[in-house]
């Protein structure tokens, strides 16, 4: 399902020379997992001996997803093979690679609640460029129609949770988390806090049910 929201791709071998013309963007990279220092040492003994075997995934002259093994290849000189992703803009790139981490084992609880929060924001921002039109994306309408009548009415939260198995408050509640790590520069503190407003949001919700 991924690989669907790409509309190509293209690979190329990099040489050595070309390796600066790439770059980390912040914003892709918050959305990817951290290794450990161990994992680290363990990928960088393994590219210094074996190669970088698979490819670094790149939107234009941005790293989407490869970013460890980016590092180390530029920090040894070692060339290494993109793989270029087609999109239209930046937030298609945030949903891809949003939707890329489902299911992978080492995506922290906290990470994936802000994947999820972020992937509803950019899904909004989408929609809002293209409210009428239909692409890779979009459903028709005969497909929105089929949909449950409260997935209807509740919209995007209600897809996105419906592919996470949770329900739309709680996606509601992760894109506010999103939203403040996006504004912060302290995103540990952060998760703390919307935890916390999480908890008690979801309390407010039971007792007025």
Not at 42 to 69: F, K, S, T
Not at 111 to 120: D, E, S, T, W
Not at 173 to 179: E, H, L, P, Q, R
Request: with cysteine.
């Amino acid at each position: 399902m991924p690989s669907s929201f790409a509309s190509r791709r293209t690979a190329t071998q990099i040489k050595r020379d070309d390796m600066a013309k790439y770059y980390i963007d912040p914003e892709f990279k918050r959305l990817l997992p951290e290794l450990s220092e161990t994992e680290l040492e363990y990928l960088e003994a393994n590219i210094i001996q074996d190669g970088c075997r698979d490819p670094i995934v790149v939107w234009n002259n941005l790293i989407v997803d490869g970013h460890h093994r980016y590092e180390i290849c530029r920090r040894h000189r070692i060339s290494f093979k993109t793989e270029s992703l087609h999109f239209s803009c930046r937030e298609e790139v945030l949903r891809w690679i949003c939707v890329n981490q489902m299911g992978r084992r080492n995506v922290s609880p906290e990470l994936l609640r802000y994947q999820i929060g972020k992937r509803y924001n950019v899904e909004k921002v989408l929609s809002a460029h293209n409210p009428r039109g239909r692409n890779q994306y979009t459903e028709v309408a005969s497909d929105v129609l089929m949909r449950p009548p409260t997935e209807r009415r509740m919209g995007t939260a209600a897809t996105i949770g419906k592919a996470y198995n949770l329900s739309h408050f709680a996606v509601h509640s992760y894109k506010d988390i999103a939203t403040a790590i996006d504004t912060s520069a302290n995103i540990e503190e952060c998760l703390k806090v919307a935890d916390v407003d999480m908890y008690n949001t979801k309390r407010k919700h039971k007792e007025e049910r």
